[in-house]
């Protein structure tokens, strides 16, 4: 099995409003990724999570906060976003980062729109 | 830096002709090679991968693809496509190097004709 669950699947908030994003793999998978993807584009890396430690966060606003509760959860807490923010956000796990070459499974991600 | 250049935006094939999509990359190591296909507002889903080995690499939904490092390709090969196969498809390169952070190209979306 290599699902990667992610709720919601759409979520529409206001600039003002706190709102998160959840994602979810039981494949024992011990990294963790967050990837924004606006239209028409590729997916872009927004944070690494490593034995839950976060160990990437590709200068991501600090409007945008990850957390890693445990190996099989990963959120997205979301405050104060602002229009340009709309996008698919894609959550993704793999085995690991260290060692030898990973797989990336992604979630079918959450459609988040700003207003 | 790595990087990937997938020159085609956008390819129109007919149902049931064969398909090829370029794949060109920049990695600096031991490249690993990856497609993955998006259908219209969903997840990425794995169509094959090349770590080391067999050049030829087999895949879900009757997709190939070969890895050639004198010309640093991977392209995504399927023999007869079918209208199933309209998405949008991303080559990607990861490794050691890289802390296995995958770098995306742009990008090419398939259209099938009846």
């Known amino acids: 099995d290599t699902e990667v669950t992610q709720t919601p699947k759409h979520l529409v908030m206001g600039m003002t409003n706190k709102k998160s994003l959840k994602c979810e793999q039981h494949?024992?998978?011990?990294?963790m990724y967050w990837y924004k993807q606006k239209a028409k584009k590729p997916p872009e890396l927004m944070f690494v999570?490593?034995?839950?430690?976060?160990?990437i966060n590709e200068s991501v606003p600090s409007r945008f906060s990850p957390e890693c509760p445990n190996s099989s959860l990963l959120n997205l807490h979301l405050h104060a976003l602002q229009p340009e923010d709309s996008a698919l956000y894609l959550c993704?796990?793999?085995?690991?980062?260290?060692?030898?070459?990973?797989?990336?499974?992604f979630g079918p991600g959450t459609r988040l729109l700003v207003l | 830096a790595q990087s990937v250049t997938q020159p085609d935006i956008h390819i129109t094939v007919s149902e049931g002709a064969s398909l090829e999509l370029r794949c060109n990359y920049s990695?600096?190591?031991?490249?690993?090679l990856f497609w993955y296909v998006q259908s219209p507002g969903q997840g990425l889903q794995l169509l094959l991968k090349?770590?080391?080995?067999?050049?030829l690499v087999q895949g879900i939904k009757g997709f190939e693809a070969e890895f050639k490092r004198s010309q640093s390709s991977f392209n995504l090969r399927k023999p007869s496509v079918h209208w199933s196969d309209a998405a949008e498809y991303f080559c990607?390169?990861?490794?050691?190097?890289?802390?296995?952070?995958?770098?995306f190209g742009g990008g090419t979306r398939v259209l099938v004709k009846p």
């Open positions: 993704a796990s793999s085995q690991d980062v260290t060692g030898g070459p990973e797989t990336q499974y």
């Open positions: 494949m024992g998978h011990r990294a």
């Open positions: 999570y490593s034995y839950e430690k976060l160990s």
């Open positions: 990695y600096g190591a031991t490249p690993y």
């Open positions: 090349y770590f080391s080995g067999d050049t």
């Open positions: 990607a390169v990861g490794g050691k190097a890289a802390g296995n952070k995958l770098t």
